[in-house]
């Protein structure tokens, strides 16, 4: 049986193809996609970059709770959760969120569900680096 998620925390530069692809399927008439970008303010303060930390197995494990939700909640295909770690430069992407249905508004809801989860569950960090300065956002959970 094939699996209905894929979740990842990578160093390497997310794939938003790989995503689509994963939930793609003849059977759903929408797929929903949510993708972070790295912006360069925030506060009205100018942002270098961002740098980004997981406590990555306790992550991963948050992660494919999400997941597991969402597809229990929802009535989902399939979803995929990809998150980068490490320092990413303005316009570059930490996080990729796609859902498929059979409908478009369950997969709009599942994909903000999926969101806002991963921001107030997962143990992955960010560090915004300013041209005075740095700070540590999201400290918790």
Avoid at 86 to 100: A, Q, R, T, Y
Wanted: net charge negative; charged share 25%; hydrophobic share 40%.
């Amino acid at each position: 049986m094939k699996q209905n998620y894929s979740i990842k925390i990578t160093a390497d530069k997310l794939n938003l193809q790989d995503c689509y692809n994963f939930v793609q399927d003849s059977s759903c008439g929408g797929i929903a996609l949510f993708v972070g970008t790295v912006r360069n303010k925030t506060q009205n303060k100018e942002v270098t970059l961002l740098d980004f930390s997981a406590y990555e197995e306790m992550a991963l494990k948050e992660i494919e709770k999400i997941a597991v939700a969402a597809l229990g909640r929802f009535d989902i295909f399939k979803i995929a959760i990809h998150h980068a770690k490490g320092m990413l430069n303005i316009g570059e992407i930490p996080v990729i969120i796609s859902v498929s249905s059979a409908h478009r508004n369950t997969s709009f809801e599942a994909c903000q569900f999926a969101i806002d989860t991963l921001k107030e569950t997962v143990p992955i960090w960010k560090k915004e680096h300013f041209s005075d300065g740095e700070v540590w956002v999201n400290s918790t959970p």
